[in-house]
């Protein structure tokens, strides 16, 4: 009983503090631990991947990881490259992704083969209808134009395959994936951004700017579906129902970011992107923590790469290294201002310009304060906590300011990051009591400590009460209520009752009346042992605190009383070593004499030689056994037959079991049948002929 009630009371603790964890998510930038998950998840088997798709993806997430594995993966990885540029039956695919990776390895490929390539993916180009043929063709041109620098390599009609891609898109800014499909997709809108600013950077001149406004306006309506969590993390999620098409938040979300920055690189002039909402897409890239799947791995951290250095918005994450602060070691406050892959912000000023009860809409307990910057650490920190900040939880609010002003529209911060923070330190426990009261005999206050080793011993009846009282303060003076503070009383048979310790402000106070508790303690008399339960998530000296045992003495039960429930059975009984068991075998029955077994034995042989003797005696009658060869094989070949049978009785006897034994006598029985009519056919037919004579 008591341990469900304080295990349900730990629940409701841990309950509070995600609660409060996840109305203001703490997000950090890409750390050591991405590093040590992209080397787990990335690993090839016999020294290559499955595909050059998942070769890409590795070798992009070890290069934006700052991960020197290229060499491990460099031979097996060209060889496929070169394989697939070689090949004039390669698919689409294939071939974008062989260039991907070549730009990554450097492999040593002729200019001819390059120029082969180009020469196909135009011509692909040209004839395409489809979104995911113009991606693979236009990106597979703009790769082969960054790895071999032919400035000449332009698209012949770069405003036609920019309308031709324009035409799939939707009046909510998603894409088709062709103009058969009536379907769209937010996921197919990063691969058009992604394809339409590679025509851009094809087109051997100016894209009518009209489209790019309306392109533009296009992302300015894919933002307005956007989807927010409370942290302030925004994610697009795919409308598609079509399985073979679905994808996640996590790869939708990166395929739209990814879109945006290629496109944002190519085109001049702003998109007027609220810089919030980008903060948001990097906040929930960082939210998702490490995933463990290598797909998903790579949407983060490549995605995250598109921000890092971007024309629209550079995300600023503001983070913590710790969020639990210590009163009593004086921890200072600590903050971090990174970009999204932990490099360093610009020049800017860190405030700490609120500080809340968590739950709480009062006033800010603090006026702004600035942190120190420390430029060999890059860390903000507020050495003293101020003086009206005490034991508890509290969500602190920081803002970032620039320096410069220019820089306002190329970062993002956020303005006010709201991060929870718990305060730890020690309670103080005063005034502690405990008593048997009698309204008749008054009552005897026994004083102990519930930081010490004590233990008191008591007595009461039904008629008596028992009084527990104990005073909790912070190290500032003021009351403090845990989240936990029960008493339980444990009988001798290990029936257990839990019980709330009640407060008011500093004082803490529980009376168990036994006269009206009988039924709940099942009219059980004996030894009860007292336990004091006090612990809060920022207490630094919670304690479970034996105060000692209490001999109660309480009425027989009547006749219909409840009973106590069955306790349940020790782990080391139910699930322990059980006691060896020892066999005794039944001893063998007692066997006759050797000697009169031998004499049986011939008995039983006697008959048998008996008969043997007797054929001697008579002679064998061959006159009916066939004279030609081929009625003799099958006449043999009987009578061998024969032998076999009780020759296979002799096995089931001694060796073989019953399907075995039957199992040949099956093959035996055929081959009989088979040669035994053909020699009592024989003997039939001669007997027939002298018979007529």
């Not at 841990?14 to 203001?24: D, V």
């Not at 991606?135 to 395959?161: C, I």
């Not at 060896?580 to 034995?601: D, G, N």
Request: some cysteine.
């Amino acid at each position: 009983m008591a341990g469900s009630l304080e295990g349900f009371l730990v629940l409701i603790v841990a309950a509070l503090i995600c609660s409060s964890s996840f109305a203001s998510s703490i997000f950090q930038p890409i750390s050591d631990s991405h590093r040590s998950a992209a080397l787990e998840v990335f690993t090839p088997r016999d020294g290559s991947f499955f595909s050059l798709e998942e070769t890409y993806e590795a070798l992009r997430t070890f290069e934006v990881l700052g991960i020197d594995k290229k060499s491990d993966i460099n031979t097996a990885a060209c060889q496929s490259v070169l394989e697939i540029l070689g090949s004039p039956s390669s698919a689409l695919k294939d071939l974008f992704y062989a260039l991907k990776v070549n730009g990554i390895v450097k492999c040593d490929i002729e200019k001819d083969v390059f120029e082969v390539v180009a020469s196909r993916l135009q011509a692909t180009v040209s004839g395409a209808g489809a979104l995911l043929d113009f991606y693979y063709s236009v990106g597979g041109l703009v790769l082969v134009k960054d790895q071999t620098s032919k400035d000449d390599l332009h698209l012949a009609d770069a405003e036609g395959v920019f309308g031709s891609i324009k035409a799939l898109s939707q009046s909510d800014g998603r894409w088709r994936y062709n103009s058969n499909n009536p379907e769209s997709s937010t996921f197919a809108a990063g691969l058009a951004l992604e394809a339409l600013s590679g025509v851009v950077s094809l087109s051997s001149s100016e894209i009518d700017q009209s489209l790019i406004g309306t392109t533009k306006n296009d992302i300015l309506k894919l933002f307005d579906s956007i989807e927010k969590y409370d942290d302030g993390a925004f994610y697009f999620d795919e409308k598609l129902v079509d399985a073979h098409e679905h994808q996640g938040p996590l790869s939708t979300t990166s395929s739209v970011v990814r879109g945006l920055t290629a496109f944002a690189a190519v085109t001049s002039g702003s998109l007027n992107l609220p810089s919030g909402k980008v903060l948001g897409l990097a906040r929930f890239l960082l939210g998702i923590g490490i995933p463990g799947d290598a797909k998903d791995l790579f949407n983060q951290i490549d995605s995250l790469a598109s921000l890092e250095s971007n024309s629209v918005s550079i995300p600023l994450i503001l983070s913590l290294p710790a969020t639990v602060l210590s009163l009593t070691k004086k921890d200072a406050l600590k903050v971090k201002v990174n970009t999204v892959l932990g490099s360093n912000a610009p020049p800017l000023t860190v405030k700490l310009v609120g500080v809340f009860r968590s739950g709480s809409k009062d006033t800010s307990l603090i006026e702004g304060q600035e942190l120190k910057f420390n430029p060999e650490s890059a860390v903000y920190a507020l050495d003293a906590l101020p003086k009206s900040i005490d034991v508890g939880k509290y969500t602190f609010v920081f803002e970032m300011v620039l320096h410069d002003p220019d820089l306002l529209n190329l970062y993002a911060t956020g303005g006010q990051t709201r991060i929870p923070i718990f305060v730890t330190g020690v309670v103080k426990v005063d005034s502690a009591e405990i008593s048997v009261l009698d309204s008749d005999l008054g009552s005897t206050e026994t004083k102990i400590d519930l930081t010490g080793e004590n233990t008191v011993s008591l007595s009461a009846n039904h008629l008596q009460k028992l009084r527990l009282s104990f005073q909790l303060s912070t190290s500032h003076g003021h009351a403090f209520k845990p989240h936990q503070a029960i008493l339980k009383l444990t009988h001798e048979t290990k029936v257990e009752h839990s019980f709330v310790v009640g407060s008011s402000g500093k004082q803490f106070e529980i009376n168990l009346d036994f006269l009206g508790l009988v039924e709940k303690f099942f009219y059980l008399s004996g030894k009860y042992n007292v336990q004091l339960t006090v612990g809060d998530a920022v207490m630094e000296n919670s304690f479970l605190k034996a105060i000692g045992h209490l001999d109660l003495d309480l009425p027989e039960p009547p006749e219909k009383a409840p009973q106590p429930p069955p306790q349940p059975l020790d782990q080391n009984l139910r699930y322990g070593p059980k006691a060896e068991i020892t066999h005794i075998f039944r001893a063998p029955e007692k066997l006759p004499p050797k000697e009169l077994s031998h004499a049986f034995l011939g008995l039983t042989l006697f008959p048998l030689l008996g008969f043997l003797v007797g054929l001697l005696r008579l002679g064998v009658n061959l006159k009916n056994f066939p004279s030609s060869s081929v009625p003799a094989m099958f006449a043999v070949l009987f009578h061998l037959g024969i032998a076999a049978v009780l020759l296979l009785y002799a096995l089931f006897w001694l060796k073989w079991d019953l399907f075995t034994t039957l199992k040949a006598l099956g093959f035996l029985g055929a081959f009989l049948m088979f040669v035994g009519h053909r020699i009592l056919s024989h003997l039939a037919s001669i007997s027939s002929k002298l018979k007529s004579a």
